[in-house]
């Protein structure tokens, strides 16, 4: 079974740190591109964060440039998304999301930015 599971998410602090896992199975980790989208209430989802297959392509929402960084460990299946100098307009569910010939996602974590 293709599955792609999130995990990291929480309540954080302006200002505060989280860092999201998403682990891959069932499929060749290796021939996707992977990435992250979120999608707050009322809103579109919208992309975060892309990592091309051999990682040497990233690309980030204009929102988070220069605050989030997207990481992958083909050795372990795994992708990441550092987030530092949280607001509250991060929160929101953050969905992993794997694409090659056909597009994967997972259930999705969610993050809350509060004080």
């Known amino acids: 079974q293709q599955q792609l599971e999130e995990s990291g998410g929480g309540l954080v602090q302006p200002g505060g740190s989280l860092r999201l896992s998403c682990a891959a199975s069932?499929?060749?980790?290796?021939?996707?591109?992977m990435s992250w989208y979120r999608q707050a209430p009322g809103k579109d989802r919208e992309l975060v964060a892309l990592i091309s297959a051999s990682g040497e392509t990233i690309k980030y929402g204009e929102a988070v440039k220069g605050r989030f960084t997207i990481a992958r460990d083909n050795a372990n299946n795994a992708v990441y998304l550092q987030m530092n100098s949280l607001n509250t307009d991060d929160s929101a569910i953050y969905y992993c999301?794997?694409?090659?010939?056909?597009?994967?996602w997972g259930q999705g974590t969610q993050v809350t930015v509060s004080s």
């Open positions: 999301r794997a694409d090659w010939a056909y597009t994967i």
């Open positions: 069932g499929f060749t980790f290796t021939k996707f591109a």
